[in-house]
T-cell receptor
Framework: GNSVTQMEGPVTLSEEAFLTINCTYT??????LFWYVQYPGEGLQLLLK?????DKGSNKGFEATYRKETTSFHLEKGSVQVSDSAVYFC??????????????FGKGTLLTVNP | GAVVSQHPSRVICKSGTSVKIECRSL??????MFWYRQFPKQSLMLMAT?????????EQGVEKDKFLINHASLTLSTLTVTSAHPEDSSFYIC????????????FGSGTRLTVV
């Protein structure tokens, strides 16, 4: 079956530090890959996505590249801000990522950015 | 747009009682609702998929008689945890596909259930 493994948190950084959250996956087919973010007290929000190998998803300064050869989708940001403090979830969906396909999530990584 | 309102955000109940969790789509019609649960330091696990006007589809290992899902209207889906036990304590989240398909899922803010 499908699975997603992401680095365990919590991760604590100072403002303007470089961020990497590792994510690797196992899938039987050719999944779409996602990063979701959950700010305190809010629902999960789609941060970025990639639907095929070598695609790069990007949003709000965050980037992740779909690496089929290493089955990875690591999240990076060059300079984090206090407002980036949240829980980040890596996820995959088979079947093209359409809205009626199930998402398989990683465990989530809590990021805290200190001023 | 595309907001799912989930209530309550936190609930504490006694063993043996039932708890209802509601998810409402505020500005769109949710024909499908996914229900997830998350144990501490674990992934979000899909429990069931509900479709308006029909029976929910449960994932393997999820007791349908214990986790009752109702999706009677296009804007409301409910999850009722019946005869709750401490092992049911968890974080429950609903999610609905956005209008127009694609990659849009809207999530509720979650319900922290504690059974004492």
């Amino acid at each position: 079956g499908n699975s997603v493994t992401q680095m365990e948190g919590p991760v604590t950084l100072s403002e303007e530090a470089f961020l990497t959250i590792n994510c690797t996956y196992t899938a039987t087919g050719y999944p779409s890959l996602f990063w979701y973010v959950q700010y305190p007290g809010e629902g999960l929000q789609l941060l970025l996505k990639a639907t095929k190998a070598d695609d790069k998803g990007s949003n709000k300064g965050f980037e992740a590249t779909y690496r089929k050869e290493t089955t990875s989708f690591h999240l990076e940001k060059g300079s984090v801000q206090v407002s980036d403090s949240a829980v980040y979830f890596c996820a995959l969906s088979e079947g093209g990522g359409g809205s009626n396909y199930k998402l398989t999530f990683g465990k989530g990584t809590l990021l805290t950015v200190n001023p | 747009g595309a907001v799912v309102s989930q209530h309550p955000s936190r609930v504490i109940c006694k063993s043996g009682t039932s708890v209802k969790i509601e998810c409402r789509s505020l500005d769109f019609q949710a024909t499908t609702m996914f229900w997830y649960r998350q144990f501490p330091k674990q992934s979000l696990m899909l429990m069931a998929t509900s479709n308006e006007g029909s029976k929910a589809t449960y994932e393997q290992g999820v007791e349908k008689d214990k986790f009752l899902i109702n999706h009677a209207s296009l804007t409301l889906s409910t999850l009722t945890v019946t005869s709750a036990h401490p092992e049911d304590s968890s974080f429950y989240i609903c999610s609905a596909p956005r209008q127009g398909g694609g990659y849009g899922y809207t999530f509720g803010s979650g319900t922290r259930l504690t059974v004492v």
